[in-house]
């Protein structure tokens, strides 16, 4: 058993861990942060991702000793202290970017590092960064609204609902 010390969601954890622990089972099985899904354990399906020292990372995809002493944010880090959802969340939920909710945490981490980088993403562009994020349910029309509704753009075309 290893020590990992990382900063979660602004605050510091450590746990004991075999060598060979995933980040994204850290996060589910030591820190009992169960909004990083898994969702296909081969890195394709992006409902894992989250954010190290402020980069998207699928987390099924790195060791949790990878991240010893880094800034972790997962999706329950998104939400304002006082508990109001992030603009991103708020967006998903106002312009209905979900159905089942599986993807959603990856998603919307994917947006936020997407929004990081490109503050007025197109829709070309948005869908071109969200291809490593799979959604069974939506058809991403939604989403995709969604997420240029947080970059504070409408989706041309179409009226907000």
Excluded at 75 to 91: K, V
């Amino acid at each position: 058993m290893t020590e990992v010390t990382m900063t979660v969601n602004g605050a510091p954890v450590s746990g004991d861990i075999e060598g060979r622990t995933l980040l994204s089972d850290f996060l589910r099985e030591g820190l009992r942060l169960t909004g990083t899904h898994i969702g296909c354990d081969t890195s394709q399906c992006g409902a894992c991702i989250v954010h190290v020292n402020g980069m998207a990372v699928k987390s099924c995809t790195m060791l949790a000793l990878e991240a010893e002493g880094a800034e972790v944010t997962t999706i329950e880090g998104m939400a304002g202290a006082d508990g109001p959802l992030s603009p991103i969340q708020q967006a998903f939920q106002d312009h209905h970017g979900l159905q089942c909710g599986f993807c959603t945490p990856g998603m919307v981490m994917s947006a936020a590092a997407l929004l990081a980088e490109n503050p007025t993403p197109s829709e070309t562009e948005i869908r071109k960064y969200l291809e490593g994020n799979i959604c069974r349910c939506t058809g991403y029309h939604n989403i995709v609204k969604a997420i240029m509704a947080a970059s504070g753009q409408l989706v041309p075309g179409v009226a907000a609902e």
